[in-house]
């Protein structure tokens, strides 16, 4: 980096606290220190993993570590559910009280390696002995424990971030905790907020009278986390940080609107100078078809023969008849903005044509009873999996013909881009990261894309898939597309490297 030199400006975000005067930083590149990245999340693989959230922080940090001028860190809550696999590897650097409201809780510290990223895991059972991440009548008081933690070990760890990386509202209290408290002490003053919306459908609101008992925040600050009556701690998140993000571009303009941002489109316009959207990546060593154990053959872009053993083996597992039919498959939860009303209105006509349909995927009982019973009406030529299973998925992945994800808003979506990388041809909508990841192939793209929300239109493109895949050479070349797209971390972790760079100069 050839400029080192930060602003000089004195700047701070409240008004009762002593300005800011930044640090003399050295102009000496070999003595100048690693930058500190200090990552906040309520999951990440192969820790601990129920969506997409956990995939970014398992990959992104260790694609960040790659850099030796990077010190990048994790913490995580200790949950139950964590494999003793993994806990026997942790070690116990000890334990600290943590002040949450009017009382001290119990904070245990445990550390392990993984790739070049040093993980934390702060402990207390109370918290986190619990089946799952998630779903407590107390997670606002959960994870303001975790948040508050997170603060408090910096001093027992020795560790400073320059950067505070949050994502989504479940550590949305670190960046506003360090904005109200904590920037008021001298070794706290130069870490910057940055914090990552992966979702923006779940805010974390509370009701207002417990921003000081339960939160331990001054109600001097209830104008930052206040919004349509509640607390709302993505909304504090967006307030106190330097810089906050989404996973993709587009994603960041929707967010823009009230069609996709769950009421908080008029703090997101206001803040939105401050707002970028990266595309996440995936980690190509996990997703690797030419590597993967859980396939039933190995193959790679170069060599595609051995998916038809995928798909056969598939069909026999399945439960399907041994045939060449183009197999559209979905892996999914099953909820609605995941365009399930879509698929709903032309199941029939899909099924109709010579095709198998698989799907795979836990969720909202009506929509797990409609595929049960679609499945069962369409017995040898739908398969339907109401289940959560990593093996299947790869299984899938690697031995369908054509991915469908028809989202009605997708973030980012991680699912079309493993899919591609098992060369198995994806189908979405345009919106939010699937537009920003699949090109039309009409337009030398990488599958086959429709705008608008309307069952006809994917159907419309979906039998274009089908056409295409009856010309064998035109399908193999598409397959080798979908399969060489580059969705690795490289390309995204060096955007991120831009943003906290931009991060730590806004002080
Ligand atoms: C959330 C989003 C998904 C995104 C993932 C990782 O699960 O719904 O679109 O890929 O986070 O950022």
């Given at each position: 980096?050839?400029?080192?030199?930060?602003?000089?400006?004195?700047?701070?975000?409240?008004?009762?606290?002593e300005?800011?005067?930044?640090?003399?930083?050295s102009?000496d590149?070999?003595?100048?220190?690693?930058?500190?990245?200090?990552?906040?999340?309520?999951?990440?693989?192969?820790?601990?993993?129920t969506?997409?959230?956990?995939?970014?922080?398992?990959?992104?940090?260790?694609?960040?570590?790659?850099?030796?001028?990077?010190?990048?860190r994790?913490?995580?809550?200790?949950?139950?559910?964590?494999?003793?696999?993994?806990?026997?590897?942790?070690?116990?650097?000890?334990?600290?009280?943590v002040?949450l409201?009017?009382?001290?809780?119990?904070?245990?510290?445990?550390?392990?390696?993984?790739?070049?990223?040093?993980?934390?895991?702060?402990?207390?059972?109370?918290?986190?002995?619990?089946?799952?991440?998630?779903?407590?009548?107390?997670?606002?008081?959960?994870?303001?424990?975790?948040?508050?933690?997170?603060?408090?070990?910096?001093?027992?760890?020795?560790?400073?971030?320059?950067?505070?990386?949050?994502?989504?509202?479940?550590?949305?209290?670190?960046?506003?905790?360090?904005?109200?408290?904590?920037?008021?002490?001298?070794?706290?003053?130069?870490?910057?907020?940055?914090?990552?919306?992966?979702?923006?459908?779940?805010?974390?609101?509370?009701?207002?009278?417990?921003?000081?008992?339960?939160?331990?925040?001054?109600?001097?600050?209830?104008?930052?986390?206040?919004?349509?009556?509640?607390?709302?701690?993505?909304?504090?998140?967006?307030?106190?940080?330097?810089?906050?993000?989404?996973?993709?571009?587009?994603?960041?303009?929707?967010?823009?609107?009230?069609?996709?941002?769950?009421?908080l489109?008029?703090?997101?316009?206001?803040?939105?100078?401050?707002?970028?959207?990266?595309?996440?990546?995936?980690?190509?060593?996990?997703?690797?078809?030419?590597?993967?154990?859980?396939?039933?053959?190995?193959?790679?872009?170069?060599?595609l023969?051995?998916?038809?053993?995928?798909?056969?083996?598939?069909?026999?597992?399945?439960?399907?008849?041994?045939?060449?039919?183009?197999?559209?498959?979905?892996?999914?939860?099953?909820?609605?903005?995941?365009?399930?009303?879509?698929?709903?209105?032309?199941?029939?006509?899909?099924?109709?044509e010579d095709?198998?349909?698989?799907?795979?995927?836990?969720?909202?009982?009506?929509?797990?009873?409609?595929?049960?019973?679609?499945?069962?009406?369409?017995?040898?030529?739908?398969?339907?999996?109401?289940?959560?299973?990593?093996?299947?998925?790869?299984?899938?992945?690697?031995?369908?013909?054509?991915?469908?994800?028809?989202?009605?808003?997708?973030?980012?979506?991680?699912?079309?881009?493993?899919?591609?990388?098992?060369?198995?041809?994806?189908?979405?909508?345009?919106?939010?990261?699937?537009?920003?990841?699949?090109?039309?192939?009409?337009?030398?793209?990488?599958?086959?894309?429709?705008?608008?929300?309307?069952?006809?239109?994917?159907?419309?493109?979906?039998?274009?898939?089908?056409?295409?895949?009856?010309?064998?050479?035109?399908?193999?070349?598409?397959?080798?597309?979908?399969?060489?797209?580059?969705?690795?971390?490289?390309?995204s972790?060096?955007?991120?490297?831009?943003?906290?760079?931009?991060?730590?100069?806004?002080?």
């Open positions: 980096m050839a400029e080192t030199k930060r602003a000089k400006k004195t700047v701070t975000l409240f008004d009762d606290l300005p800011v005067v930044n640090k003399p930083e102009k590149p070999a003595i100048t220190p690693k930058r500190k990245i200090l990552f906040v999340a309520s999951e990440a693989r192969p820790f601990i993993a969506g997409g959230l956990a995939d970014v922080i398992g990959s992104l940090p260790q694609a960040l570590a790659k850099d030796p001028t990077y010190d990048v994790v913490v995580l809550p200790m949950y139950s559910d964590i494999k003793p696999d993994f806990r026997r590897k942790m070690s116990f650097l000890g334990n600290i009280y002040p409201g009017w009382r001290n809780q119990y904070c245990g510290v445990f550390t392990c390696e993984r790739e070049g990223v040093t993980f934390y895991f702060v402990d207390n059972e109370y918290y986190f002995k619990r089946s799952g991440c998630y779903g407590y009548y107390d997670d606002g008081e959960r994870f303001a424990f975790f948040s508050r933690s997170v603060m408090e070990i910096l001093p027992f760890i020795g560790y400073y971030p320059d950067i505070l990386h949050c994502h989504d509202w479940q550590s949305a209290l670190a960046a506003i905790y360090l904005k109200t408290i904590y920037c008021k002490r001298p070794e706290y003053q130069f870490i910057r907020a940055l914090f990552t919306i992966h979702n923006i459908e779940y805010q974390g609101k509370y009701s207002l009278d417990i921003l000081e008992d339960l939160f331990g925040i001054s109600t001097n600050y209830q104008y930052l986390l206040e919004y349509d009556g509640c607390i709302n701690l993505m909304k504090g998140a967006i307030e106190c940080c330097e810089r906050f993000s989404t996973v993709s571009p587009t994603y960041a303009k929707e967010i823009q609107t009230a069609q996709y941002a769950h009421g489109q008029d703090i997101i316009c206001k803040n939105a100078f401050k707002l970028t959207g990266i595309l996440n990546g995936i980690d190509v060593d996990m997703y690797n078809p030419a590597t993967d154990e859980a396939l039933f053959a190995k193959y790679d872009a170069e060599h023969e051995n998916k038809k053993i995928c798909k056969t083996e598939l069909q026999k597992m399945l439960g399907l008849p041994v045939k060449n039919v183009p197999i559209i498959a979905m892996i999914s939860r099953l909820v609605s903005h995941k365009g399930l009303e879509l698929v709903k209105s032309v199941a029939e006509d899909i099924l109709h095709v198998q349909f698989v799907l795979l995927g836990t969720g909202d009982k009506a929509y797990e009873e409609y595929f049960r019973d679609l499945g069962v009406r369409y017995e040898g030529k739908a398969s339907v999996n109401i289940a959560f299973n990593g093996d299947l998925s790869k299984k899938i992945y690697s031995g369908s013909d054509i991915f469908l994800m028809p989202s009605v808003s997708e973030p980012c979506g991680l699912s079309q881009m493993i899919a591609s990388r098992y060369a198995t041809v994806p189908v979405v909508r345009e919106t939010g990261g699937l537009y920003d990841s699949i090109k039309p192939y009409g337009d030398n793209g990488n599958g086959f894309t429709f705008a608008s929300c309307n069952a006809y239109d994917m159907l419309y493109v979906i039998h274009e898939a089908l056409d295409t895949y009856k010309k064998s050479e035109e399908w193999k070349a598409l397959m080798k597309k979908a399969a060489t797209t580059d969705f690795s971390w490289l390309r972790a060096e955007d991120y490297k831009k943003l906290y760079e931009e991060t730590y100069r806004t002080l």
